[in-house]
Each structure stands twice: as C-alpha cells, then as structure tokens.
C-alpha cells in the first residue's frame, strides 16, 4: 500500500523528458545548462505535487504520466528562468518617483551616454587637455556650479552618502546643530541622528517639534559647534502652530561663530517647479543664494537623474570632503556619471527640459493628456474579464520620494471593481487580478484601494507605453482564469 513512490517511480529521468521534441527546441535557444536546470527542477516540482495529492481523494494512482503536460511546465519554467530579475515594469501606483521602483527614469540622452560609456574607455579620470590624470568629478563639476550658483561640487553614490560624508568631513567629533522639527526618517533605516553618530558628529538638539527660534539655534552654539544643519523635513509636513529658522537666519548664525551651515534638501529640483505649473519646490540655487556653505540633494529624485548624491558649495569645504576617505569608498561609478553629465547638460542647454527628462514630463503631464491615454486603454478593458468592471475615475497622484509631501497631482485612473455579490468572493477575485497583472511580461503595479485595484495612468506615457500595455490584455486574461481554474498554481507564485 505505498502508491506514492510508485507514481513518483514512473516520472520520467531527466535524459528523456530532455529528448522530448519540444525541450530540445527549447534548448536551441536557451542553452543546454538552462535546460537541464528546468527539467530537474521541473521534476522536483511534479514529485512533490504527486507527493502531497497521494493523500487526498482524487488520488488516482494508475493514470498514466502525460510527458507533454511534463515538457510544456517545463518550458514555462524555462522562459521563468531565462527572465531577468532586473525588468521593466509599469509603475501606475500614482507615485511618479518610486524608490521601491527605481525612482526616475532616465532621459534619452543620459541613456545614449551611459550605452556610450559602458562600451568605450572614456576620459574619467584623465586631463584631455594637458595629458595628465584628472579627477572624475570634473565630468559634473562645472555643470553642478552653474546649475546652482555654487563655487565647487563633488558626487558620491546617493544622498544618504552625501550627508554622512560632508557631517563626517566638516563635523567629526564636534556638535552638529539641528531642530527638534527635522530629525527625520527617510525610510530604508536612514533616521538623521543615526546618520549623524555614524558620522562621528554629537547631536545638539534645540527648539520643540513644531516650532524652533533663532533664539534656540544661537543658544545652543559653543566651543564644540562643528556645524548647523537643516533638513528638508522631505516626507510630512509639520503644519499649524509651527515656526522654523530660515535659512539666511542659520547662515548669519553660523558664520557669527565660524562654522558652516549644511542644508539637507533630499529633493534637488534644478528649475523652478511653480514655472511647470506645479508647488514650488526649494532648489540648491536658493540655499546656496540665502548663504547655505554645502548643500546636499540626490540625482534621481526631482531631478529626474541616476541614483547619485549630490555636494555643492564653498570651494575649501568641498576640498575638505574631497579629502575625507569616505569619499573614495563613495565615488560614482562612469556609468551613473555619464548619466549625471547628460541629465545635468539638458538643465542647461534643453529648451524644455520637463519635456526631455522623463520625470518632469510626468509630472508636468495635464489631466487632458492623462484622461485621453484613459479612453483608448479603457475601450479594450470594459469586457475582458469576468465579474470585473473597468472604469476611467479622477485620482490623485503623489511625487513620491519625501518631495512634496503634501501635495497632490490630478490625474485618471483605470479602476478594476470586483463586481460578484459575496464579499469573500470579491476579495479573492481582486488578488486574483492584482497578482495576474504582476505576472505579466511587463509586470503591472497598481494599488488597491476601497475594494479596487487603481492603476493611475499619469506614468503611462507615450503611445509605446500604450500599446504594451494594451498588448497584454489577452496575457492578462489568461493569467487571471488560469488562477481561477488552478488556484494551487499559486503555491508556485515567486512573488
Ligand atoms: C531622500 C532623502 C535622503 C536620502 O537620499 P537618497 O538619495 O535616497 O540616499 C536624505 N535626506 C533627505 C532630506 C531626503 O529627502
């Protein structure tokens, strides 16, 4: 009475389901180590499933194995493994700048520039000029000093790295001046006074959560004060009774007692946001003017660049910074500096740069364009599914990335409403179809919300992007019955 080891003795070996026809097409393409990977663990699967149904009713230990049903698991697990973890996706949460998804796409120019120095040796670390080793902050520095009115400008790997590097160079062992209001978390483990003791700086609180004075800041400053810091307070907003230093106080502040002020921005937008027509937003060119000594900001939050940590400010500082050994173990690699290069020289020299760098032009996308992108996606959608209403709903979407925490863009989305009686029954029909759409070749993310999965159309920018996104429809639908005919499949689901 063991049926279990006799059904799973009649697997077949890895050799033959190898030979089955469809396999050894498969392998062609994929390569004969890819293959084999997906016929054993193929295998293993079946083992298992047979495994587990010997206990259960249906058990039918003579039904012969179908090779076929064998070979076609194993060229889905095939195209599963080929697939790069690393790929492209459709972010329609309605956050345009998404850390957990790789925040700004990059513009045309600072792709063809990365493509360029990814392919060829460049000039990264040497003078064309005069013949000599050069410095790799060069490639950005000039652009980063008329971009923002700075003296110098140095890069590192993001803006967590900056801050901890300019605290680390400038405040060592000294006190760093900060409000009570701006001790913030960023999320991903960066809290401000973590940051601080890792830069070897003692955290001088002053003032009250919502409100701190000049009076505070010029209370707390003595022989120790190493620096004054503000932070953009990026991801919330302290509203009401609420008072904070401005930033041309804290600089008269500092330079009274011969220390620099550092301003945290988090968000570096290079041109006025107000002139997009959006809230404006503080740029380094402000901090720098209002008397600022080193300012911080990433590349690829409003800036719409590569993961990058951006430093500006007084020529003897940005040396000091330079010098700091961190400073190596943070440098830019070329790819991310080309990038930077290209992205920064469309500040400068683009006529419309919210139309050549993709996060300002979803940004500064209008409700017109979104809600015309609504109907022709809508069309396909409204009887593709069973039990499943697709609607075109007002939405609002966020910048993300702690820029603007507070405001809030108008925009579509494409709403998809379980519409079955039981209430039970919805809740599965939608996780159904959220996990269908993730399983997608190009996955789609969206976000559940009042018993529906919204997908804001402000990110689905550009008629490629539509038609993708419309060349799925048939994927999805067979992604979303396929779960309800097999819904063990999901013991499977990588996600
Ligand atoms: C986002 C942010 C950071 C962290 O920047 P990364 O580029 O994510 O490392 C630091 N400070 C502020 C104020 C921020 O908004």
Redesign the pocket.
């Known amino acids: 009475m063991k049926p279990t080891t006799d059904v799973r003795r009649r697997l077949p070996a890895v050799d033959t389901l190898l030979s089955h026809p469809d396999v050894q097409q498969a392998r062609e393409r994929h390569g004969w180590r890819l293959t084999r990977q997906a016929v054993r663990q193929t295998l293993d699967d079946e083992r298992a499933r047979l495994a587990r149904s010997a206990g259960a009713v249906s058990y039918t230990p003579h039904a012969p194995l179908d090779h076929d049903g064998l070979a076609a698991r194993c060229l889905a697990c095939l195209e599963a493994l080929a697939r790069p973890q690393c790929r492209a996706l459709f972010n329609l949460t309605g956050t345009v700048i998404h850390?957990n998804m790789g925040r700004s796409p990059l513009a045309e120019a600072a792709i063809e520039a990365m493509v360029r120095a990814a392919r060829h040796p460049i000039a990264l670390e040497y003078d064309l000029e005069n013949g000599e080793r050069g410095e790799r902050d060069r490639l950005v520095e000039t652009l980063l000093c008329e971009l923002t009115g700075a003296e110098a400008a140095t890069v590192v790997?993001?803006?967590?790295?900056?801050?901890v590097l300019a605290l680390g160079a400038l405040g060592a062992g000294r006190e760093a001046v900060i409000s009570r209001g701006e001790l913030?978390e960023?999320g991903?483990a960066?809290r401000?006074p973590d940051i601080m003791q890792a830069a070897g700086c003692r955290l001088r609180e002053v003032g009250a959560t919502n409100r701190t004075h000049a009076r505070d800041v010029q209370a707390a400053m003595n022989e120790a004060t190493g620096l004054i810091l503000k932070?953009?307070?990026?991801?919330y907003a302290i509203s009401g009774f609420t008072h904070s230093v401005a930033e041309h106080e804290l600089a008269a502040i500092a330079h009274a007692h011969g220390v620099p002020l550092m301003v945290?921005?988090?968000?570096g937008a290079l041109i006025d946001f107000s002139r997009l027509g959006l809230p404006y937003e503080n740029q380094p060119r402000d901090s720098i003017a209002a008397g600022a000594d080193v300012v911080?900001?990433?590349?690829?939050?409003l800036l719409g660049g590569p993961?990058?940590?951006i430093i500006v400010g007084k020529r003897e500082l940005i040396a000091a910074i330079k010098r700091h050994p961190l400073k190596r173990a943070l440098r830019l690699d070329k790819l991310t500096l080309a990038a930077l290069e290209a992205t920064l020289r469309l500040y400068r020299d683009s006529d419309a740069p919210e139309r050549d760098i993709p996060t300002l032009a979803m940004l500064t996308r209008s409700e017109a364009a979104i809600a015309a992108t609504g109907r022709r996606v809508l069309a396909p959608t409204t009887t593709l599914l069973a039990d499943i209403e697709v609607t075109l709903e007002p939405c609002m979407s966020q910048l993300g990335?702690?820029?603007l925490p507070v405001d809030r863009l108008p925009s579509r989305a494409l709403v998809w409403r379980p519409v079955t009686p039981d209430r039970r029954h919805q809740a599965r029909t939608l996780k159904r179809l959220e996990r269908a759409f993730r399983q997608l070749p190009r996955p789609v993310i969206g976000r559940l919300k009042d018993g529906a999965l919204w997908l804001d159309l402000r990110c689905l920018n550009g008629a490629d992007a539509e038609a993708t996104f419309i060349g799925q429809l048939d994927a999805l639908k067979a992604a979303f019955d396929r779960q309800a005919s097999a819904p063990e499949a999901s013991a499977g689901d990588p996600s």
């Open positions: 850390t790997n993001n803006n967590a790295g900056a801050v913030i960023i991903g960066f401000l932070a953009h307070t990026s991801n945290d921005l988090g968000s911080t900001f990433s590349g690829d939050k993961q990058a940590g990335s702690g820029s």
